[in-house]
C-alpha cells in the first residue's frame, strides 16, 4: 500500500544548536565551552526553548543530570529570570506528576528528583524547597476521594521518588537545623513506608542503603504503632525545646 | 528559610490552556494592579494527546496582598471559548525566589 513517507520534524538551526550543546556536547569536560555558548545565544528569542530543554533532563544520562544543573546555576549570574524559571518549572513538574501519576511518566519524573536535589548541591535553591517538596511527596492527595488513584496501597513510587532525592542530596544535611528536619522528616518517611504493608524487595534493599548512609543508628520502626509513638514524643520534645534556638539558626541552611 | 508569614509569591495553576496572558493580567489588574511587583506567565498547551494548563507567578509587595488574592482567584472558574470550565487553584509557590531586579548586562 502506498504511504506517505513520514514527515520528519524539522527545527529552526537556532534549536537544533541548541540540543547539540546540551544533548550531544555536554560533558564533564566541556560544560565550560556549553555554558559560554549559551551565554551568546540571543536570549530574547531562545529562552522558552532552552527552558523546554533543561527540563528534558530524563533524555540525557542519568549521570550527567548534574551538569544540567551546574549550568542552571552558572547562568543565574547573568540571566536570573531564567533559572528562577527553571527552578519553577521543576516544581512544577513534580507536582504534575503527583496529581497525573501516570505509569509512563515515571522515568522522567525520578530525573526529575534527581535534578532537584543537584539544583541544591549546586546551592541554587536551598532547603526549605527540599523539604516542602519530601513533605508534598508523602500527603499529596492523602484525605482526599482521588488518594486510591493518586497513591494506591499498592504503588510504591512515591518512596522511589524519596529515594532518589535525598540520595542525591540528603548527605548535606548533617548539622545544624537541615540535621533536625531531615531525622524528623526520616521518622513521617518511616510511617508512610509502613502504611504502604509489604514493600517490593528492591525498593526495601535501597531503603536499607539509605538509611545505612544518611542515619546508620536511626531505629526503624517495624509497626505503625510504634512510628506514632516516637512522632509524639518528638512532637513533644519540639515543645519543650525553646524557639529561638531554631530562630538563631534560621540562615545556617 | 523565609518565615511562612513573610512569603509573597504564589502560583496561579490550573489556568485554560489557551488563555494568553494578557487576558488574564486584565482579570487581575482589574483589582490587584500597582500591588505585585513581577508576574510571569507560562502558557499551556492545548493538543489532543498532551494538554497543559496555563501557570502564571506572581510576587506580591505585601503579604496581605497575597491572602486577598487567594480569596478573590482560588477556586475561580476560567471558561474558555468553548465553554469548558478550569477551576483555578492558587498556592505559595514552593520557591519563594524572584530574579533580582537589576540585570547584569552579559558582556560574554
Known amino acids: 500500500p502506498e504511504r506517505s513517507a513520514r514527515v520528519s520534524k524539522v527545527r529552526p538551526p537556532l534549536h ?29 528569542e531562545c529562552e522558552d526553548y532552552l527552558l523546554k530543554c533543561f527540563m528534558k533532563v530524563h533524555k540525557g544520562k542519568y549521570s550527567q543530570v548534574h551538569l544540567i544543573a551546574s549550568l542552571t546555576a552558572g547562568l543565574s549570574r547573568y540571566h536570573d529570570e531564567f533559572a528562577v524559571a527553571v527552578v519553577d518549572e521543576v516544581l512544577e513538574e513534580i507536582r504534575l506528576g503527583l496529581e497525573l501519576n501516570d505509569y509512563g511518566m515515571q522515568q522522567k519524573r525520578i530525573a526529575h528528583m534527581r535534578f532537584l536535589g543537584e539544583l541544591y548541591n549546586y546551592e541554587h535553591i536551598d532547603s526549605s524547597v527540599i523539604f516542602e517538596t519530601l513533605y508534598l511527596i508523602l500527603v499529596f492527595g492523602h484525605g482526599t476521594p482521588e488518594q486510591d488513584v493518586l497513591d494506591p496501597p499498592e504503588d510504591c513510587f512515591r518512596i522511589r521518588m524519596v529515594i532518589t532525592l535525598l540520595q542525591t542530596c540528603g548527605h548535606y544535611f548533617d548539622r545544624g537545623s537541615s540535621k533536625r528536619k531531615l531525622d524528623k522528616f526520616l521518622i513521617y518517611f518511616q510511617r508512610y513506608i509502613l502504611s504502604k504493608g509489604s514493600i517490593p ?11 545505612a548512609d544518611l542515619r546508620p543508628n536511626m531505629t526503624r ?33 | 528559610m523565609k518565615d511562612p508569614f513573610d512569603r509573597t509569591k504564589v502560583v496561579l495553576r490550573h489556568l485554560p490552556p489557551t488563555l494568553s496572558q494578557s487576558a488574564l493580567t486584565e482579570q487581575i489588574d482589574g483589582r490587584f494592579a500597582g500591588r505585585y511587583k513581577w508576574i510571569c506567565f507560562r502558557s499551556g498547551k492545548n493538543s489532543q494527546k498532551h494538554q497543559r494548563y496555563s501557570r502564571a507567578y506572581i510576587d506580591f509587595k505585601r503579604p496581605e496582598d497575597v491572602i486577598e488574592f487567594a480569596e478573590f482567584f482560588d477556586g475561580h472558574i476560567f471558561v474558555n471559548e468553548k465553554g469548558s470550565q478550569f477551576k483555578t487553584i492558587v498556592e505559595y509557590a514552593p520557591s519563594q525566589r524572584v530574579a533580582k531586579s537589576w540585570s547584569k548586562k552579559d558582556g560574554r
Open chain 1, 201 to 211: 524487595l528492591d525498593i526495601e534493599f535501597d531503603l536499607q542503603d539509605l538509611f
Open chain 1, 221 to 253: 520502626y517495624s509497626s505503625i504503632e510504634e512510628v506514632n509513638a516516637a512522632l509524639v514524643e518528638l512532637e513533644e520534645h519540639e515543645r519543650a525545646v525553646p524557639t529561638d534556638k531554631a530562630n538563631s539558626e534560621k540562615h545556617s541552611d
Open chain 1, 16 to 44: 537544533q544548536y541548541i540540543r547539540k550543546l546540551l544533548f550531544t556536547d555536554l560533558d564533564k569536560s566541556t560544560i565550560e565551552h556549553v555554558l559560554r555558548q549559551l551565554r551568546k545565544l540571543p536570549w530574547s
